[in-house]
């Protein structure tokens, strides 16, 4: 291969050792399994044979499309170069809206309700600021993950919140109990249920306690000292 | 076959495409640190939502970030950001345009890395844009950078690249996989194929709504059809129609359409705006060539451009 007059050797090696390694590995990562892409052709097919959720359940991930995955993830980890794949409100849209309430409880018998952002009412502005904090509510789950690893997410999150509701910062005012509730509202299938007007609110009348994270007593200080006014949580 | 390889990897283009995408993803930067300056302790700081005893990268990774490598104390964490700006108003200028780069990928990296929780799409394609970007030719035009080598002289060719553009050609099908992918994606699944996806979309509270849309559209079977295959019109369709020089200005339009629109209808934050950043890409110099004359035509200002 000649080189470019306007690119020197080095130049022109490094830039099509980059161009081959890492154009396959974007697009391995990013692309679903071929199998699993076209399983629309099967579609008529098997759903002649069987239910959709069954058929569903039967989509596994490409064993060699994985593997190809765990020997590259090195590589594109170590140059931030990973993006996992593209799901953009695929393959189905969200189809429920949640909201999560904290109800914290101190030593001294206060109580503070907190509550993630009531999206609709906020302006436009304040949901542009408010954007991580809609991930952050996105991450943490629904109802139904109760993951050890989300466990965790919620145990951090209570410390947070107790540390920043507290006002008292002596040991009677330490925060007792921080006990997290999902509202979730399922939007309904529409070929089932109907095509539902966009105005109509869906309540959030499917809620559960996700986790109560409780707080050991504070360890004793001498009277003449008073812990610090930011902590809180241990 | 290698000088087609040569011809689309290697021969220089024009300068003002890298320069734009630099300017456009250092000022998108820029948004997304202001955005995130009120609430740094809390994403990224040690009294915040993940602090560093909770793992924050994935178990057996080799993803990295700066911020482990510091003391965790909310003085370092400010010192972390405000480097972090400093570089990035060097990469917008053009100062030390290909240090600033690497330095502003690297943080870009490491805010990411340090919290995953808080990420989204628009994060992942602004990372992978600031990774190509180290790689093009940064320096040669509105930049201090350019302005300091050619101080006193004059050039024939002013816009005319003198490197290869290979980094922008990767970007190019960069940002054609992240369409065609999620198209794919969007395939697979039974709401896009019947037309309905729009329908949950709209009704998801915490990110459609932006501005005002007419409800119509978004309770009416056949609309909702419609736009919903639209959606997989432009993400099928449009990474192949792109590539044609004939549709090119076409599916650049639509793209740009296709962008405004959802961005005046949801809440992606800056989804929106960074995709359109990676579809500067495809511009070429008869496009600036064209909207300069329709500028000068408007303003009666004459722009210093090359018509030929």
């Known amino acids: ?234 | 076959m290698i000088a087609a390889w040569n011809r689309f990897f290697h021969q220089p283009a024009d300068a003002r495409i890298p320069a734009m995408i630099r300017i456009g993803l250092a000022s998108l930067v820029l948004i997304n640190l202001t955005a995130h300056y009120p609430n740094l302790e809390k994403w990224f700081g040690e009294s915040g939502v993940l602090p560093q005893g909770l793992p924050h990268l994935p178990e057996g990774s080799w993803q990295w970030t700066l911020l482990d490598g510091v003391p965790q104390t909310p003085l370092a964490l400010q010192v972390c950001f405000w480097i972090f700006v400093l570089q990035t108003v060097c990469l917008l200028l053009g100062l030390a345009s290909r240090c600033s780069a690497v330095a502003v990928f690297i943080w870009i990296v490491s805010f990411q890395h340090r919290n995953q929780l808080i990420l989204d799409g628009e994060d992942k394609v602004m990372r992978l844009i600031a990774f190509f970007l180290i790689f093009m030719p940064l320096a040669e035009i509105w930049s201090v950078d350019a302005w300091l080598l050619r101080r006193g002289k004059s050039q024939a060719e002013p816009y005319q690249s003198q490197a290869s553009p290979w980094a922008q050609r990767m970007l190019q099908y960069f940002m054609v996989l992240v369409m065609f992918a999620t198209g794919l994606w969007k395939f697979a699944g039974e709401s896009w194929r019947d037309g309905t996806a729009l329908y949950y979309v709209a009704r998801i509270d915490d990110l459609f709504g932006r501005f005002w849309v007419p409800h119509y559209f978004f309770d009416t079977r056949w609309t909702v059809r419609a736009m919903t295959w639209s959606v997989l019109y432009v993400e099928l369709v449009i990474p192949f129609l792109i590539w044609i020089p004939r549709a090119r200005r076409f599916s650049l339009l639509v793209l740009l359409a296709f962008h405004l629109s959802n961005e005046w209808a949801m809440h992606l934050f800056l989804f929106h705006w960074v995709m359109l950043c990676g579809w500067l890409s495809f511009l070429k110099r008869e496009d600036l060539d064209a909207v300069a004359r329709v500028w000068r035509k408007l303003t009666g200002r004459s722009v210093p451009v090359r018509l030929s």
């Not at chain 1, 593209?86 to 189905?92: G, I, N, V, Y």
């Not at chain 1, 999902?182 to 499917?206: C, H, K």
């Open chain 1, 1 to 234: 291969m000649k080189p470019p007059l306007t690119i020197t050797w080095l130049q022109y090696a490094f830039a099509n050792a980059v161009v081959v390694v890492l154009l396959p590995l974007l697009t391995l990562q990013g692309m679903p399994p071929i199998d699993w892409a076209w399983s629309w052709f099967q579609w008529p097919k098997a759903a002649a044979k069987e239910e959709e959720e069954e058929f569903e359940q039967e989509r596994e991930p490409n064993p060699v499309a994985g593997q190809i995955y765990v020997w590259t993830s090195p590589l594109l980890d170590a140059t931030g170069t990973w993006t996992g794949p593209w799901l953009m409100f695929a393959p189905e849209p969200d189809s429920t809206n949640h909201r999560i309430r904290a109800e914290i409880e101190f030593r001294d018998g206060r109580q503070v309700l907190w509550r993630s952002p009531e999206w609709p009412e906020l302006s436009c502005w304040r949901r542009f600021c408010l954007s991580r904090d809609l991930e952050y509510v996105d991450a943490l789950g629904g109802i139904a993950d109760r993951s050890p690893e989300k466990l965790a997410l919620w145990s951090v999150l209570a410390d947070y919140l107790a540390r920043e509701q507290r006002t008292n910062p002596e040991p009677a005012g330490a925060p007792q109990s921080v006990r997290f509730i999902v509202e979730e509202a399922t939007i309904a299938n529409p070929r089932v249920e109907g095509w539902q007007p966009m105005s109509q609110l869906y309540p959030r009348d499917d809620e559960r306690v996700v986790m109560t994270r409780t707080f050991p007593l504070p360890p004793k200080v001498p009277s003449n000292k008073t812990l610090p006014a930011s902590g809180g949580a241990p």
